[in-house]
């Protein structure tokens, strides 16, 4: 199977000059080629954004929010399809990838509001006769860069809002699981989206450079590693652009002395091992304030010897493969290399799947300390670790000095400690007794210091303003009193 860009409404039909692999990654096969956009592939989408844009941004509001009601109700009938399409190639087991679904939906719905998001505001008689009043209006045509982990959810945290607020996009969907994103803009297309509006261009950094680069593209979203994010938002805004580059995260779960410690174990596996670790929200090191790590760390063990890891189309599978290949082995060099006490190593854990799948089972190290790469690195995989903590501060000053800033929980019974810690950490997403605090469509995601490059987070509010500029009108209607010649700066009287 070849998958190819979608360009003005349909399939690219042009030659490749290069491709890649998609691979099937319970089972280790090539489950298709992918071709890879260059300078004729990237012009063509961009062209064909641009050409849409003038009918597109002139669109009725009524229209705009009809075309997203209808594909809202597209991909609820067709939601077994994606999952379908997203465990093929991602790997994750189907209920969760029936979850990311259902989140992407928030973010659809909340953009089917797009009549009352757009609203302005209105002075009357700031002056004599003088009226004032603001509007919000599309920037054009806007680039979207995803990431391989929620090949359906994060393309779906900005699409929505874009051309609910009358932009054109060109979508740059992960290479490793690129179909989702064209089943997307197959079920706009069906929605009554006009062609060009959405356009996918599949590809690596030639792709995504030629976006940045490209003068008739006003703004980009991107979703992706760190180094990469840094590297969006410098060469972005440097061409003139507004950039938002959400990078990536090192997630801390802190565990208080009084915390219920069911709760707090069943937490740090489910946000460790869900998807394999790969999700920015996932909780990577959990924090144990003494004296409870000996307690914590022989919960979590125990819960971790119960978990099914396999092929994510099997019943009862909780835990799916790694991506690829070279993704496994980089985790793999962590367990390798740890220098911290390995706890459960995951290279032996029973899978049920093909041999051939790339497969790490859920691993903890206890007793990591911060100078390991086990803990400065995002390692993005099924590796839980475990740093012990001898107060509340020292846990405080662990989340605020570590480079990322994405997502953090506290786990306690006590309000006056969950609210200092909502107060005092550096970090834009926070938990209390609830470890993956991804927030709800209406209102925006996004973290702090190396996990977002830019001012604006992703979908819900922020989401229009980072799709619209404002422009304020202000308007007198003549009338016989006007007064002449006034070379003064206007003042309102
Ligand atoms: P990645 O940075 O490798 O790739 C992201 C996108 O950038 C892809 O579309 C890819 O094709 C493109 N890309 C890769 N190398 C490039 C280069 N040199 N120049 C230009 N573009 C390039 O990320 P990934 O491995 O696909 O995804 C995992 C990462 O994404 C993790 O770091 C994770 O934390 C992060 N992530 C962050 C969030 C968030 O909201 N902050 C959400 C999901 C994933």
Known sequence: MSITHWIDGKPWTGP?????????????????????????????????????????????????????????????????????????????????????????????????????????????????????????????????????????????????????????????????????????????????????????????????????????????????????????????????????????????????????????ADAAVSAGFGSAGERCMAVSVVVAVDPVGDELVARIRDRIAKLKVGDGRRRGCEMGPLVTAAHRDRVLSYVHGGAAELVVDGRD????????????????????????????????GPVLSVVRSSSYSDALDLVNTNAYGNGTAIFTNDGGAARRFQNEVEVGMVGVNVPIPVPVGYYSFGGWKDSLFGDTHAYGPDGVHFFTRTKVVTSRWLDPSHGGVNLGFPRNT
């Open 16 to 264: 490749a000059a290069r491709t890649g692999e998609v691979f099937n990654p319970a089972t280790g096969e090539v489950a298709a080629t992918v071709g890879f956009a260059g300078p004729t592939e990237i012009e063509a989408a961009v062209a064909a954004a641009r050409a849409a844009f003038p009918a597109w941004r002139d669109a009725s509001l009524a229209k705009r929010s009809s075309v997203l009601f209808g594909f809202r109700e597209l991909v609820n009938a067709r939601k077994a399809d994606l999952v379908d399409i997203i465990t093929a190639e991602h790997g994750k087991v189907t209920d969760d990838a029936a979850g990311e679904v259902q989140r992407a939906l928030e973010a659809v719905e909340f953009a089917c509001g797009v009549p009352a998001l757009l609203k302005g505001g209105y002075s009357e008689n700031v002056s004599a006769r003088v009226d004032v009043y603001s509007i919000r209006q599309p920037l054009g045509v806007v680039g979207v860069v995803s990431p391989f982990n929620f090949p359906a959810m994060v393309p779906l945290w900005f699409v929505p809002n874009a051309v609910a607020c009358g932009n054109c996009v060109v979508l740059k969907p992960s290479e490793k699981d690129p179909s989702a994103s064209v089943f997307i803009a197959e079920l706009f297309a069906e929605a009554g989206l006009p062609d060009g509006v959405l356009n996918v261009l599949h590809g690596d950094k030639v792709a995504v450079d030629g976006l940045l680069e490209h003068p008739d593209v006003r703004a980009i979203s991107f979703v992706g590693s760190t180094p990469i994010a840094r590297h969006v938002y410098e060469t972005g805004t440097r061409h003139g652009k507004r950039v938002q580059a959400l990078g990536g995260a090192k997630n801390h779960m802190v565990v208080l002395p009084d915390a219920d410690l069911d709760l707090a």
């Open 349 to 380: 854990h029973e899978i049920d799947g093909a041999p051939g799948g790339f497969w790490l089972g859920p691993t903890l190290f206890d007793h990591v300390t911060p100078d390991m790469p086990l803990y400065t690195d995002e390692i993005f």
